[in-house]
């Protein structure tokens, strides 16, 4: 079985880039969405249902929401009206070398933030180029919070292509 890590290194870089809260990579299969690398935000995964980041893996495009609070299709998510009150989203597929839509690279705060098409052309280039995914054959939990070991435990990640069937 394998599994995808991320460079957090490079996440804390572009959460600093962007001036956001928050700045993750999510992986996604039907159900939920995994947090392989994240900056910001102390939790390993949440339902798929309530997830932003579902939305972004059904095409190629950014996907980017300058006030949640006021966009109907979010407005009542519990991640907008509660904790962490998110607002602000901007989100880009993350592929795997197959070519799969397997999750995101995605920036999230809690103030409302204008995204120009220079900052969706840097978040795309970060997800192309900074954001480096490699496939291993494990990954181990002692190296993580205790909280997060189970995010990485072998057999916790399905096999590529049952995140998504689309291929770019």
């Given at each position: 079985m394998q599994q995808i890590v991320a460079n957090t290194?490079?996440?804390?870089?572009?959460?600093?880039?962007?001036?956001?809260?928050?700045?993750?990579?999510?992986?996604?299969?039907?159900?939920?969405q995994w947090f392989k690398s994240k900056q910001g935000i102390d939790v390993c995964e949440?339902?798929?249902a309530i997830s932003f980041c579902g939305h972004v893996i059904l095409d190629e495009n950014i996907?980017?929401?300058?006030?949640?609070s006021q966009d109907s299709r979010f407005s009542d998510n519990p991640l907008v009206t509660g904790p962490p009150h998110i607002r602000f989203y901007a989100g880009c597929p993350v592929h795997s070398p197959e070519g799969y839509r397997v999750?995101?690279?995605?920036?999230?705060?809690s103030q409302p933030h204008e995204f120009s098409e220079d900052d969706q052309h840097i978040l795309s280039s970060n997800q192309r180029r900074r954001v480096r995914l490699q496939y291993c054959s494990r990954r181990?939990?002692?190296?993580m919070p205790p909280r997060c070991a189970k995010c990485a435990?072998?057999?916790a990640l399905p096999d590529t292509p049952r995140y998504s069937s689309s291929r770019p």
């Amino acid at each position: 079985m394998q599994q995808i890590v991320a460079n957090t290194a490079r996440i804390r870089k572009a959460k600093r880039l962007f001036g956001v809260k928050i700045c993750l990579v999510s992986l996604l299969d039907a159900d939920r969405q995994w947090f392989k690398s994240k900056q910001g935000i102390d939790v390993c995964e949440t339902d798929r249902a309530i997830s932003f980041c579902g939305h972004v893996i059904l095409d190629e495009n950014i996907m980017f929401i300058p006030d949640a609070s006021q966009d109907s299709r979010f407005s009542d998510n519990p991640l907008v009206t509660g904790p962490p009150h998110i607002r602000f989203y901007a989100g880009c597929p993350v592929h795997s070398p197959e070519g799969y839509r397997v999750g995101t690279l995605c920036l999230i705060d809690s103030q409302p933030h204008e995204f120009s098409e220079d900052d969706q052309h840097i978040l795309s280039s970060n997800q192309r180029r900074r954001v480096r995914l490699q496939y291993c054959s494990r990954r181990k939990p002692n190296n993580m919070p205790p909280r997060c070991a189970k995010c990485a435990t072998p057999g916790a990640l399905p096999d590529t292509p049952r995140y998504s069937s689309s291929r770019p």
